[in-house]
């Protein structure tokens, strides 16, 4: 199976799927991520704080594929927000993961509190140019957080890795992050807490197309242009989420999900969840 390809704005690619691993740990971690691996996934998303980096770089050592052929990505939590913190917090996620570099870094959280985000942006601009990151980002950034460090670096994040799902969409900040040539990343992309699966509008969609709705979302993930990064611990759930790109859906079906709109979900508004 060939995944397309998304181009960063810094010239570096990821593909249009990738494979979480939140609150994937021990053992399962190992075994989840290596299947994930064997069953397609290039790019695979874990972060300092999901506790998982030594076991999803057990899972890259003992896979078959190649190192270069991956897209690995991983979290600055906010204890180590701050320029010498931020390379403090890189260099333990890089002992953990056991790699010379890691293909894609993000800030987990803004901290707007703390007010050191622009810090940290700072130490991994010098971090990408000692070449042991490759794309630079964010997660959970809002538009004025975003404007923030742009203006006061001029290095625009490549990826924006956000809540988003049917119920909540993302309009507004999909079309900041298009003006500015952001790519959109989807954090819990299958609102497994709403039980989307259920849903009316996404079932006519999934059963048009002859596919799960699980498989319907994703695809809806892929046609707003958003990257999905589902988790899933089983090998078949995995080659499901996966085989999204052998049907497209209409212009309609893309606006009936859409529609669903409610709003976030967990309650992670950036401007005040704090993660340390």
């Known amino acids: 199976m060939t995944i397309p390809l998304r181009t960063l704005n810094d010239g570096n690619t990821l593909p249009a799927i990738g494979f979480g691993t939140y609150r994937l740990r021990g053992e399962e971690a190992i075994t989840a991520t290596g299947s994930a691996i064997e069953n397609g996934y290039r790019l695979i998303d874990t972060a300092l704080n999901y506790g998982n980096e030594k076991e999803v770089g ?10 270069e052929e991956l897209f ?49 942006w700072r130490a991994m601009i010098r971090l990408r140019e000692e070449g042991v ?46 003006e500015h040539g952001i790519q959109t990343e989807s954090w819990t992309p299958l609102a497994r807490k709403k039980s989307p699966f259920t849903n009316e509008k996404i079932r006519e969609v999934a059963d048009a197309h002859g596919v799960t709705p699980a498989q319907a979302i994703l695809r809806w993930h892929v046609q707003l242009g958003t990257i999905p990064i589902p ?3 089983t090998a078949e759930r995995q080659r499901e989420n996966i085989d999204i790109f052998g049907f497209e ?12 709109e409610e709003g976030r979900l967990w309650g992670g508004d950036p401007d005040t969840n704090e993660e340390f």
């Open 72 to 120: 690995v990505t991983t979290k600055l939590p906010g204890r180590f927000h701050g320029l010498n913190e931020t390379f403090e917090g890189f260099r333990e996620s890089l002992e953990h993961l056991g790699l010379d570099y890691v293909d894609l870094f993000l800030i987990h959280w803004p901290l707007p509190r703390v007010d050191k985000y622009v810090d940290s």
């Open 231 to 233: 988790k899933a611990s």
């Open 133 to 178: 990151i490759r794309s630079i980002g964010v997660s959970n950034f809002t538009p004025a957080h975003l404007e923030r460090v742009i203006a006061e670096t001029d290095v625009v994040p490549a990826v924006n890795q956000v809540e988003l799902h049917p119920y909540f969409p993302q309009g507004e900040l999909r079309r900041f992050h298009a």
């Open 249 to 260: 859906l209409t212009d309609e079906q893309v606006e009936s999900i859409s529609s669903l």
């Open 58 to 67: 057990e899972a890259i050592r003992r896979s078959s594929v190649p190192r």
